[in-house]
């Protein structure tokens, strides 16, 4: 498993990947990433939907600060998956780097662990 910097991901968008935003769907119907290959598989439904992720493309994983996409990145990894990633910060770094969010997004995400853009940080 691997972490992903919003800024970086950007040049593995051309790649073949499976990004999942892991949150909740009431979370996601809120605000979600403005790509189309966005899909939503929630962290309490992974172990049924584990049929749903691709073991063939590299998988992104989102969540609001990378907490849960962290967690089921190691469950993925767990169950031999070998090319996963999550995105570092989750959508609070996205928002903070001025990437696109559908929906109704709050200013910046309130409970965020991340202070900046950079990750690392």
């Not at 972490?3 to 999942?20: A, D, G, R």
């Not at 992104?60 to 907490?67: A, I, M, R």
Request: net charge negative; aromatic share 10%; glycine share 4%.
């Amino acid at each position: 498993m691997k972490s992903i910097c919003p800024s970086t991901f950007q040049t593995m968008i051309n790649e073949t990947i499976q990004l999942v935003d892991v949150r909740e769907r009431y979370e996601f119907e809120l605000y979600k990433m403005g790509l189309p290959i966005v899909e939503n598989l929630p962290f309490s439904e992974i172990e049924e939907l584990l049929t749903h992720f691709d073991a063939d493309k590299k998988i992104v994983l989102v969540c609001n600060n990378s907490v849960r996409s962290k967690s089921v990145a190691k469950y993925l990894e767990d169950r031999d998956f070998n090319q996963i990633y999550y995105l570092e910060g989750g959508l609070v770094k996205w928002q903070q780097n001025d990437l696109p969010l559908l929906g109704n997004p709050p200013e910046i995400i309130s409970h965020s662990l991340s202070k900046t853009a950079e990750c690392g940080s």
